[in-house]
């Protein structure tokens, strides 16, 4: 294609495009007498000049401001010396909050006839007029006297929300279920070690910048060894179920505290804001529950099944770790199983016996 005709193409399709994105309704004396078309989004051939006037009237009147043409490829042919076509590709983008045909690629053919002008005599050129125009926008049918079919495209597209919403708020309870999975003992339904070891870490800190003191209770099933070989695994795994409820209902009642498994026949409960005297009288709590459940335990010192616990308290400082926390109560732990069993024992502290 030569150059000047290439541009004298381009310059066209350019000046064709700006008023209809502008809503310029000069543009509609740029149309052939003998135009023929077809609108993207209605399923009827235009056969006269007038008809496609009424469909651009009907573009114009539906969205009346500007609208944008983000052009993506133009194609230009020389098709003879009086006729030119040019063949866009581009992304529509409506003055209305929904970006309903931005999404997709619209594609649009415009054929440039030079015209004889009316008084134009023997061996003047004519004007370019715009002899066919043919759109094709991939949205669907447009209805009554829309040339956009906005309507169906906003009812699909608040469908497609509704969907979406449904789909993330259950992708959330999922989310939210796995994540209660991921921090629950699978056995006892309380908070297990991993929980725990967060929830510790989050209030140590919160204990450091606040200058509180954290506590922490671990306790140990007495002799439960010795349960399970007489009574089988089915009824310790009922007992240790037993045990848990009652840590969640006696020991971790206030908001931030927690009740957790740390591992085999062993609990913890989290005491934020407890000292090692309020912690002493939590444990004691829970072990007269634990006592008042007499679930048998035959061979053990008392006949029922009995705890022992190691308490501890620190208020945290900026040189410490959490684990100097679960440290002291591990071997305050140790001592009240050395002591005997069925004892509390203070983190550096001479426990007494508390046993019933």
Known sequence: MPPD??????????????????????LLARFSDSFSGFAGSSDKLVKSRAEWVEVTQQDFAQVPTRIGIDMVDLFVQDLGPDLLAATAFFHIHLPIPDALFSRETARKVVLFRREPAATAGQGTEGDWKIAHVSVSIPYGKAHGSEVYPIDDLRQRNSELQALVDERTEALAQANHQLELLSNTDGLTGIANRR??????AREWARAQRARTPLALIMLDVDVFKH??????HLAGDACLKALALTLV????????????????EEFVVLLPGSDLQAAADVARRIQEAIVQLALPHEGAPHGIVTVSFGVSSLQPQREQLPEELVRQADRALYRAKQGGRHRIELAQVLGEAAGG
């Open 5 to 26: 005709r290439e541009r004298l193409t381009r310059m066209l399709f350019d000046e064709y495009i700006e008023m209809y994105a502008a809503r310029d309704t000069r």
């Open 249 to 264: 209902q006696t020991g971790a009642r206030r908001e931030g505290e927690l009740a957790a498994r740390f591992g085999g």
């Open 227 to 232: 349960f399970n070989d007489h009574y089988g």
């Open 195 to 200: 929980h725990f070891d967060e929830a510790l």
